[in-house]
């Protein structure tokens, strides 16, 4: 196809800008043709007369952009129109074609919801990176964080969202879910993803986050008491749970307690890990705030962006070609 004036333009200019990097890291990890075949049989045929639907590729592309952005539908659609870097991502020529509007990205995320595809996205993804010798399934970490939930009562029902909940953290208070995470040991990529309530304590859902095959598991003081409860007895998994502060402080100043403390360290060193896909999606992803209401809609794109946080993470074991269009 002949490019236009400002696709020229674009590509001549002598600085990559940090959206342009990024985006070119993303095209060039993620595995779209996997993608694609996954998405394909649910999408949209053209039937008869009419208005056909748009290319399925253009269509992924622009919800990656705006899951890895952090947007709205209407903020994604004004994104297209504002920068060449995401134009060319999504493959958008404006002076032969309009940007798809965000009536159509609603219909896609709601059928990818119904169809519980970005779940199966986010096991293909690991299936690609396990491919490439990225997971390795003998320790798992496990973790959650808290998602604040939007607390006014200005709308329709004139209510919270009834499926989120409180929860106390320290000596504040918070409303919203949880996303708990199980992360591999060795390379820090998650295999697991569970949503919940915030009131949900993080040791219930500890059994949920192993995948079955792990001879070892690391948490936080969270964690205390996990190899205790019925969900994990008889399982061959050894827990390395920390300490308690208050337990943690009170070692005594003899060798033990230096040896323990080491240990302690140790353990935490290896911990850190399950910290990274959550900077990824609260920093770089921009998701500190549910966007929609209920937990279905909301663990659903908590599997989209832990997919992404995990080709983010693992983009620096592959060849990153600095592309510019959609292919």
Same mark, same amino acid.
């Given at each position: 196809?002949?490019?236009?004036?400002?696709?020229?333009?674009?590509?001549?200019?002598?600085?990559?800008? =940090?959206?342009? =990097?990024?985006?070119?890291?993303?095209? @060039?990890?993620?595995?779209?043709?996997?993608?694609?075949?996954?998405?394909?049989?649910?999408?949209?045929?053209?039937?008869?007369?009419?208005?056909?639907?748009?290319?399925?590729?253009? #269509?992924?592309?622009?919800?990656?952009?705006?899951?890895?952005?952090?947007?709205?539908?209407?903020?994604?659609?004004?994104? &297209?129109?504002? @920068?060449?870097? &995401?134009?060319?991502?999504? $493959?958008? /020529?404006?002076?032969?074609?309009?940007?798809?509007?965000?009536?159509?990205?609603?219909?896609?995320?709601?059928?990818?919801?119904?169809?519980?595809?970005?779940?199966?996205?986010? /096991?293909? &993804?690991?299936?690609?990176?396990?491919?490439?010798? +990225?997971?390795?399934?003998? $320790?798992?970490?496990?973790?959650?964080?808290?998602?604040?939930?939007?607390?006014?009562?200005?709308?329709?029902?004139?209510?919270?969202?009834?499926?989120?909940?409180?929860?106390?953290?320290?000596?504040?208070?918070?409303?919203?879910?949880?996303?708990? &995470?199980?992360?591999?040991?060795?390379?820090?990529?998650?295999?697991?993803?569970?949503?919940?309530?915030?009131?949900?304590?993080?040791?219930?859902?500890?059994?949920? !986050?192993?995948? $079955?095959?792990?001879?070892?598991? +690391?948490?936080?003081?969270?964690?205390?008491?996990?190899?205790?409860?019925?969900?994990?007895?008889?399982?061959?998994?050894?827990?390395?749970?920390?300490?308690?502060?208050?337990?943690?402080?009170?070692?005594?100043?003899?060798?033990?307690?230096? #040896?323990?403390?080491?240990?302690?360290?140790?353990?935490?060193?290896?911990?850190?890990?399950?910290?990274?896909?959550?900077?990824?999606?609260?920093?770089?992803? =921009?998701?500190?705030?549910?966007?929609?209401?209920?937990?279905?809609?909301?663990?659903?794109?908590?599997?989209?962006?832990?997919?992404?946080?995990?080709?983010? !993470?693992? $983009?620096?074991?592959?060849?990153?070609?600095?592309?510019?269009?959609?292919?």
């Amino acid at each position: 196809m002949q490019k236009s004036f400002a696709d020229l333009e674009y590509a001549a200019k002598k600085k990559l800008t =940090r959206r342009d =990097r990024f985006l070119a890291e993303i095209d @060039s990890v993620t595995p779209w043709g996997k993608l694609h075949k996954l998405v394909e049989p649910f999408y949209p045929k053209v039937e008869g007369a009419g208005r056909p639907p748009i290319g399925l590729a253009r #269509m992924l592309r622009m919800y990656v952009a705006q899951q890895c952005f952090g947007l709205s539908d209407e903020g994604i659609e004004d994104a &297209i129109y504002d @920068s060449q870097a &995401i134009r060319a991502f999504v $493959g958008i /020529d404006l002076g032969r074609e309009s940007a798809p509007d965000a009536t159509t990205l609603l219909k896609f995320r709601h059928l990818l919801e119904s169809k519980e595809l970005t779940r199966k996205i986010f /096991d293909a &993804i690991n299936g690609h990176l396990a491919e490439k010798g +990225l997971m390795m399934r003998e $320790g798992t970490i496990v973790d959650a964080t808290l998602i604040a939930a939007p607390p006014s009562t200005k709308n329709k029902d004139g209510k919270r969202d009834p499926e989120m909940h409180q929860s106390k953290k320290g000596n504040d208070w918070h409303f919203g879910m949880k996303a708990h &995470i199980g992360v591999d040991a060795a390379f820090g990529l998650v295999h697991t993803v569970v949503g919940t309530a915030g009131n949900v304590s993080d040791v219930t859902q500890a059994h949920a !986050l192993l995948h $079955g095959d792990e001879t070892a598991a +690391l948490g936080d003081a969270g964690y205390q008491g996990v190899e205790k409860r019925p969900e994990n007895i008889g399982k061959a998994v050894t827990w390395h749970v920390a300490l308690k502060r208050s337990k943690r402080k009170a070692l005594p100043g003899n060798k033990l307690g230096r #040896m323990l403390e080491k240990l302690e360290h140790l353990k935490a060193s290896v911990r850190a890990k399950v910290e990274h896909p959550f900077h990824v999606i609260k920093n770089l992803f =921009r998701h500190r705030k549910t966007r929609y209401r209920g937990l279905a809609k909301n663990t659903a794109q908590l599997f989209t962006l832990f997919a992404f946080a995990n080709l983010v !993470l693992a $983009g620096r074991r592959f060849t990153v070609t600095e592309t510019r269009r959609a292919s």
